[in-house]
């Protein structure tokens, strides 16, 4: 090689990142960090990975103890699952009806509404009483509702629709997912196409027809919600699996202390010492976050410290399923009206519901109910056995259960859904515009972007993309003196 050859730029070190948290969205953000070449560190303070996602078994059956289903319609969660090897283990539900247990009766959940607002109250003939059909006509000749930046979901919906749609369908429909109470959580956060719509029709009837007709002209296919075979608690081990085989490191029973930043490093303070780092994802709860924060950033620490939690049970049962085949309604479950004073607030009846927990366990019968919600977190201090029979006690009133489980298993989830009140999205926009200030830190999880499995794993993900933008550095190309470029 004729000439002197230039000098070459000095090799960069991987850039390390180390993720705080190792729920759902904490795993997708360090398995597209491993993906982009980034060196990872997860630590997560209890003693399991997947926060609310738990698989495991009662009287030899599998069954999830916590969340159940991915929304499939939006593809983030399917699309992990798919990329960590689990995509022929992806099912839909068995049955996708379910019923309503509402004024003492089961009645068949109704159609043809979004999360319980009708585009037509013939669909709500069956649950709601004749002057709450005759009011939601009201809606067409009311002035319109202003909805300013945000509006409470039921406050809106009951000033629209009368009250008894909100208590009768909305509540248990948003509610459950939330665990919330819809008098409180925004309708911006949460069921954004209606905002829009309020923003746009003065009639909410008539805003929900065009939700509806622009879903059926852009309509999906294959089912609205997924499960996999095992349960989708076993979604965390599989990602953390393939974060571990690109060389990723994840410490459990490894509680974070303290962050500092100091001459462009991150400094992550355990029970076990300190790591290095040049970025941080802060995948914890709120509360766990603010206290991190509270020297980085007391802007955000002191928004994150405002973001209030529900806490819930669930009760899984295992019963010989000759003793309530056939004592049992058809379809999936039932969700029931708290305005009714019931003290279980759904009921879903696995083995119908997931073919691969009867496939696994012909013998058995498993089902599960829910107790507790925002506000009423006082049913999770009783002891087991009490959830236990209260469950039994409602399951018998609605449905004529008479039979003993074989297995039970209460599943406390203490502060498991943060709450989404009015104002939600405007506090974590002022907390992110707080952290855009901090280099090298991202926040990503329920509390931010939605409550649901896809909507985790796309904040996470969302997180890596942009941490891994800002920290990783491209190699310079350094002219050489044989033809150019050093190549």
């Known amino acids: 090689m004729n000439g002197t050859s230039a000098p070459h730029a000095a090799p960069q070190a991987t850039p390390h990142v180390v993720v705080v948290g190792g729920g759902i969205s904490g795993l997708a953000a360090a398995h597209r960090l491993t993906g982009a070449g980034v060196r990872v560190t997860l630590l997560e303070a209890t003693d399991r990975l997947g926060g609310k996602l738990e698989a495991g078994e009662i009287?030899?059956?599998?069954?999830d103890f916590g969340a159940e289903s991915v929304l499939a319609r939006r593809p983030e969660a399917v699309a992990l699952a798919r990329e960590v090897g689990l995509g022929e283990r992806l099912q839909p539900p068995s049955t996708a009806t379910a019923s309503l247990w509402n004024r003492g009766t089961l009645t068949p959940m109704p159609k043809g509404h979004v999360m319980g607002v009708p585009g037509d109250p013939a669909v709500l003939t069956e649950v709601l009483s004749a002057a709450g059909l005759t009011r939601i006509e009201e809606d067409r000749t009311l002035p319109r509702t202003e909805v300013g930046d945000d509006i409470a979901i039921g406050a809106y919906i009951a000033a629209r629709l009368g009250r008894e749609v909100v208590d009768r369908l909305v509540e248990p429909l948003l509610g459950g997912v939330y665990a919330g109470d819809v008098y409180k959580t925004?309708?911006?956060?949460?069921?954004?196409?209606?905002?829009?719509?309020?923003?746009?029709?003065?009639?909410?009837?008539?805003?929900?027809?065009?939700?509806?007709a622009r879903a059926a002209a852009n309509q999906q296919t294959g089912p609205v919600f997924m499960g996999i075979d095992g349960g989708i608690g076993t979604l965390p081990g599989a990602v953390a699996d393939a974060v571990r085989a690109r060389g990723g490191q994840i410490r459990t029973e490894t509680p974070v202390l303290a962050l500092t930043r100091a001459d462009g490093?991150?400094?992550?303070?355990t029970d076990n010492g300190s790591i290095q780092a040049d970025g941080v994802v802060l995948a914890a709860p709120a509360?766990?976050?603010s206290a991190l924060l509270a020297d980085v950033s007391p802007v955000a620490a002191a928004e994150l410290q405002q973001v209030e939690y529900a806490s819930m049970a669930l009760v899984t049962m295992a019963f010989a399923r000759k003793d309530v085949e056939d004592v049992l309604p058809d379809g999936s479950g039932f969700l029931v009206p708290p305005v009714d004073g019931h003290t279980i607030k759904a009921s879903t009846f696995s083995s119908r519901k997931w073919g691969w927990v009867s496939e696994h366990a012909p013998d058995l019968f498993v089902l599960r109910t829910s107790v507790g919600r925002y506000g009423e977190e006082e049913h999770l201090h009783r002891d087991d056995a009490d959830l236990v029979d209260v469950s039994l006690k409602d399951l018998g009133a609605a449905t004529g259960l008479a039979a003993r489980p074989v297995e039970t298993r209460v599943t406390r989830w203490i502060g498991g859904l943060p709450q989404y009140p009015v104002g939600h999205l405007s506090r974590v926009a002022r907390i992110r515009a707080a952290l855009a200030q901090v280099p090298g830190l991202r926040v990503c999880g329920a509390a931010y972007d939605g409550v649901g499995i896809p909507a985790c794993v796309g904040s996470g993900q969302r997180a890596a993309d942009a941490l891994a933008e800002e920290i990783l550095v491209m190699p310079t190309l350094v002219e050489g003196t044989a033809g150019g470029t050093g190549q």
């Open 59 to 63: 009287a030899g059956a599998p069954v």
């Open 186 to 212: 925004s309708l911006r956060a949460a069921v954004p196409a209606l905002f829009e719509a309020a923003k746009k029709h003065d009639s909410l009837l008539e805003g929900v027809g065009e939700i509806q």
């Open 265 to 269: 490093q991150w400094t992550v303070r």
């Open 287 to 289: 509360w766990s976050a």
